[in-house]
């Protein structure tokens, strides 16, 4: 539901990836942005509206996005869509971020698109110590990677994390991507990449970038 640039974006990115996609906006001029080359299903109407997605097919699809630029009518739509018609994959585009925390504890995955970007761009203009590779919708949970100090070479990991109080989410290890275990112990040249809230940052990076205690091992 929505044909901006992103429901369009999204539309064409499915398509690509082999899936059948059908879009619902209640501006019939919006289908423009789809282009001649899209091979979906356009249905004008309102989103949420039964009708509506019944003519879309949502009797038979396996996902649902309700992207257009109204908090409401995307969250009404992902609760029809989910609880009158059963569909099991649904996400929502809320502009609120702490409508989309309330959203969330109801099961709706939703992406509070501002914040989320504002987040980002903050973080490549203002680096402070770590690199980010990735963070969730909802801008809980992010990714760093964090220098690591040489002292840490030989340590096992269980010490890293108990020392900074995150939680590894993998190493760079050789050029080659490594899920942590309870027996892994820390190498020279490892990269290593945690599970952080925001508060955490600067106690893992100040933690990591720093010699261990010899308590440490």
Known sequence: MGCGRV????????????????????????????????????????????????????????????????????????????ETFGVTSVVARIYDPRRAEVYERLGIPTVATVRWTADRILRHMLPEGHIEMWRDPTNSVAIIEASLDPGWVAYPLRALEEATGARVAYLMRFGIGT???????????????????????DTVTATAGAAPADSAH
């Open 179 to 201: 899920l942590p275990t309870a027996s892994t112990v820390l190498q020279d040249g490892d990269q290593v990449f945690f599970l952080v809230t925001d508060d955490m940052q």
């Open 7 to 82: 429901g369009s974006t999204l539309a064409h990115s499915l398509e690509a990836r082999g899936h059948s996609v059908a879009v619902i906006d209640q501006n019939a001029e919006a289908f423009r942005r789809l282009g001649d080359d899209f091979g979906g299903v356009t249905v004008n109407g309102t989103g949420f509206d039964q009708q509506v997605l019944t003519e879309a097919g949502i009797e038979r699809a396996d996902a649902f996005a309700a992207v257009s630029s109204g908090d409401n009518s995307n969250i009404i739509a992902a609760r029809v869509a989910r």
